[in-house]
């Protein structure tokens, strides 16, 4: 990978300054260095992985269009997107097709570049992810049918009015004091 041009792709989903994307930026330097890489550009964002609107990630991945570099650096693949398999893998095709590799510091196998066995360990752990998904998924089922059974009530009465619930969970009073302060 010497005289590639990479880009530096770091995100922390808050920006109250609880999370820093420090920890992330230095070891990736770090690794492109190691590579013998020419760092071109950095995109940092603060926001949630589960969206698609985030805005330096839209912009590195038309500046990836547009051939602007060779590769992107990541902390680890959850740092790239946390959509989930169909989009993420959306993603790194459109990479393949303009020309860019994906690589994940914290994950040694996430290599893009490295045709066959990028592309393999890419598909097995998606399976792996979509399994976790429905585990979790069959977990809150029967928790849910445990607390019904035990006797509790889940969500709102039917039939109940909707500002009535809102009234009863404070949504109401979040609302007017966001209001308040926004005046």
């Not at 020309?99 to 893009?112: I, M, N």
């Not at 445990?146 to 006797?151: I, L, Q, S, V, Y």
Request: glycine share 8%; net charge positive.
């Amino acid at each position: 990978m010497l005289n590639k041009k990479c880009v530096i792709y770091t995100r922390v989903s808050k920006n109250d300054g609880s999370q820093t994307p420090e920890n992330q930026k230095e070891p990736l330097k770090k690794l492109a260095d190691s590579l013998g890489m020419k760092i071109v550009g950095e995109y940092q964002d603060f926001i949630s992985g589960g969206s698609a609107n985030r805005p330096q990630f839209q912009q590195m991945l038309k500046d990836a269009q547009n051939r602007k570099f060779d590769v992107i650096l990541v902390w680890s693949l959850d740092r790239f997107s946390r959509e989930g398999i169909s989009s993420t893998l959306s993603y790194l095709e459109k990479l393949k097709k303009n020309g860019v590799a994906l690589k994940s510091l914290q994950e040694s196998w996430l290599d893009t570049s490295d045709e066959g066995m990028g592309q393999l360990l890419i598909a097995i752990f998606s399976w792996v992810a979509r399994q976790e998904r429905m585990r979790i998924s069959e977990r809150t089922k029967a928790g849910l049918i445990t607390a019904k059974n035990n006797g509790k009530t889940l969500g709102r009465p039917f039939g109940a009015k909707d500002s009535k619930y809102r009234k009863k969970n404070g949504y109401y009073l979040r609302w007017n004091k966001e209001k308040a302060m926004a005046q």
